[in-house]
Every structure is written in structure tokens, then in C-alpha cells.
């Protein structure tokens, strides 16, 4: 059998010739304006809804987050974000309830704009976490609130309190 020939009758199979260029995948994310998916993790006392955040490398708080991983869905991706960065076992909702826009530098310093899905995650238990260094903690509202504000730019820091109001919101209407 020659090249371009198929063991079907009358399929031609034709031969495709390799790539010669390489992409990595973070510059495919980056390309396409990277999806993320966040757990906005909570608890309810009698002194009110708590929210559990935790620490970036440069010490910001913020939702447990990360990429959209390919066979997982987004809840799904949610979770395992919330476990290895908190340490969560939880009930997670498997519909984002809202987004926000991450804004960030690209490699080669330009803007990018990463859309993050996300989800709300009653905690159950938890666990240490898998990632050292992510510190996770219990905030009120408005502490988290302000957690999430601080060293940010104004309208990012407003967009992620924007996302713990609507979080509140949803949760007082369950109880």
C-alpha cells in the first residue's frame, strides 16, 4: 500500500503534514483570554455568613482560583481549586452564580482579560491544604470585603466585593 492510500475502498486518506510551529499552553491561554473558575467559600453562624479567602505568593487574598481544566466542568474545577488552595470539602453549586474580569499582563506586557466563573461552595469541613503558603482564613463580610479590596486597583477591588455582596445575597435568601 502507498503513501495516501486507505484500507477502505474509496476512502483517499491524505496525508497531513506536522505543524512546524509549537505553542505552549499558557500562551494558548493567553491567546483566547484564559477562562478561570473561582469558590466563593462560605459558612453560616449565628453571628452571620463567614467567607473563606486565601493568600496569593505576593500576600493579596483572595477566592480560591485557577484554570479551567479540560474534563472537568467548571464546578467540578471549582472544587478541586477550593481543595488543594483551602483544604474545602463542600457542597458546590454547579452553576457559576456570577463573573468578574481579571485583568492582568500578559508575557510580553500586554493586557489580558481573563473572564473567572464563579461558583458557591458551602464548606462542610476542612482539611489542610495541598498548596503551603495559601493561609486560609475566615472573614466577615465586610472584612472580606476589604481583604479583597486591599492593594488593588479600584474597580478590581470593587468587582471581587461586588462578587461577596451578590454571594451574601444568595445565601440569606436560603436561610
Known amino acids: 500500500m502507498s503513501a495516501g492510500e486507505s484500507r477502505l475502498p474509496g476512502v483517499v486518506a491524505r496525508s497531513l503534514k506536522p505543524s512546524t510551529r509549537f505553542f505552549r499552553l499558557e500562551h494558548l491561554r493567553q491567546?483566547?483570554?484564559?477562562?478561570?473558575?473561582?469558590?466563593?467559600?462560605?459558612?453560616?453562624?449565628?453571628?452571620?455568613?463567614?467567607?473563606?479567602?486565601?493568600?496569593?505568593?505576593g500576600g493579596r487574598w483572595i477566592f480560591p482560583k485557577g484554570s479551567a481544566e479540560p474534563g472537568l466542568t467548571h464546578a467540578q474545577a471549582a472544587a478541586l481549586e477550593a481543595f488543594e488552595e483551602a483544604g474545602v470539602h463542600g457542597r458546590m453549586e454547579e452553576k457559576a452564580f456570577t463573573q468578574y474580569i481579571r485583568p492582568q499582563k500578559g508575557s510580553d506586557s500586554s493586557a489580558i482579560r481573563t473572564?473567572?466563573?464563579?461558583?458557591?461552595?458551602?464548606?462542610?469541613?476542612?482539611d489542610p491544604p495541598q498548596e503551603s503558603g495559601r493561609n486560609p482564613t475566615w472573614f466577615s463580610?465586610?472584612?472580606?470585603?476589604?481583604?479583597?479590596?486591599?492593594?488593588?486597583?479600584t474597580d478590581f477591588g470593587d468587582a471581587l466585593a461586588e462578587v461577596l455582596d451578590r454571594a451574601a445575597n444568595r445565601i440569606q435568601r436560603r436561610y
Request: aromatic share 6%; net charge positive.
Open 141 to 153: 463580610v465586610e472584612k472580606a470585603k476589604r481583604r479583597l479590596q486591599q492593594d488593588r486597583n
Open 31 to 57: 491567546l483566547r483570554g484564559s477562562e478561570q473558575v473561582a469558590a466563593v467559600c462560605y459558612r453560616v453562624r449565628k453571628s452571620g455568613i463567614e467567607f473563606l479567602l486565601v493568600q496569593t505568593s
Open 115 to 126: 473572564t473567572v466563573n464563579v461558583h458557591l461552595c458551602e464548606v462542610l469541613w476542612l
